[in-house]
């Protein structure tokens, strides 16, 4: 049974940064595509950026672009979403996910995807 984990949200002011980290568990974790997505409330969950299985590729949401860094681990199973210059809007909930196909350069659609963590909360105030 494949598993992800989050950890690492929380409350931040405009202008910091927060570190996400995402652990898998389950199945060979180096050989899928990772995304991370987020939900604020009252809107739909959308992409926030993905990594390649092989992690020498990455691409974002162009809100995110030059602010936020995915990496990866394999020896750890784990993604990271380094989150710097946090504005209110980036405020969610942030979840990782696992492609479904191995060996993709990963998707910026959500039925792309089959696994999913339970999400951490992000939150920014001014």
Partial sequence: QVRLVESGGGLVQAGGS???SC???????????????RQAPGKAREFVGAIKWNGDTTFYKDSVQGRFTISRDDAKNTVYLQMNSLKPDDTAAYYCASENRAYTY???F?????YWGQGTQVTVYS
Wanted: proline residues 0%; hydrophobic residues 40%.
């Fill in 110 to 114: 959500e039925r792309d995807y089959d």
């Fill in 23 to 37: 652990v898998a568990s389950g199945r060979t974790f180096s050989d899928y595509a990772m995304a991370w997505f």
């Fill in 106 to 108: 990963g998707s910026s």
């Fill in 18 to 20: 927060l570190t996400l």
